[in-house]
């Protein structure tokens, strides 16, 4: 940790949670100085077929999901497969001969090797990539599930420029250790050789780690999983629940960017998309609520989704609430 680093991470320890984080993070010059990377992938498998519906069209798409877990060992919310980047600092690199930095391969997401020798990179697009398959690897070692590669050439990037992943910083730290302000980097990955049905069948929790389990649900149920509200023993911090809801609303906002991409973005199909959605839910599934929780607006979320802005506002309709909660929760 750099001086700089060490002198943010006071200030920003020393302001209250909530608000006044968060006025302070708005700063750019203050957040690049804690600033990381993350990446995250959902595996997706199926196709899109012909039906009355467009739950029916996507009737055979899942995608999986883990339940993660808190330091605690209580529930901390449905979401992809990932994690904080691991880095290295130029100072650190510089003081191991070519055998210990070798042993950095696959261990840190910015130490690769190029033409037979070992380097310190600032690509993102390696380190996003490396990110992954170290997260997937650990997560799912994490469930007693080993020998698992995918192909990182494969995994397709969900753009989302302005997406910002401060809440822990902002709503949770206790001002202890290292901390960061995160860009995330969303992935969505196809697999239609059975790679979800073995991960989880083979699934099982074990002490310590980051993961409960991990499902194969449809994207639709998926859909449904954010705005649900907590209860007793089952709440995140912000009042959502800790079972039902995908802690991250980027990782959430990923199912529906996937689901634009498998509709070709077409505005009609997308906005009866999320009036079915509502319909399979007990709750609001508010747009704006993603947009403020991902530091973004409409039109950003547009972006995102490869949609008009227009689109996306008929899309936000906060009425229409079903009565019906067909969420993750009945594949636990």
Known sequence: MTSIQQVTLNRIANTPKGEERAELLKNDRVRSNVLNSGANVTIYTGEVKE????????????????????????????????????RTSEDFFASLDEKQRKMLVGQKDDVVEVDGKIVLTNDIDVIRKNNVLRELREELEDLGIKGVNIDKEKLELIPMPKVKDDNFMINIW?????????????????????????????????????????????????????????????????????VKDHRYPHEYLTLWALASKLLDYDSEKMIALSKEVREKSDHPISFSMIAKATGQSL?????????PVDTVKKMNSRTSIGQNNNCATRYL
């Open 299 to 307: 039109d950003d979320l547009a972006g995102v989704l490869r949609l």
């Open 51 to 86: 039906g009355k519906t467009i739950s029916d069209m996507l009737a055979d798409v899942y995608v999986g999901r883990i339940l993660r877990k808190n330091r605690k060992g209580n529930s901390d919310g449905l979401g992809a497969l990932g994690g904080l980047a691991e």
């Open 174 to 242: 206790d001002g202890k250790g290292e901390c960061f302000a995160v860009n995330p980097y969303c992935h969505v990955y196809k697999n239609n050789d059975g790679l979800l049905e073995r991960l989880s069948s083979g699934a099982h929790e074990k002490d310590g780690g980051e993961a409960r389990t991990f499902m194969k649900i449809s994207l639709i149920d998926a859909l449904t999983a954010y705005g649900n509200k907590g209860v007793e023993g089952l709440s995140l911090e912000d009042g959502r629940h800790a």
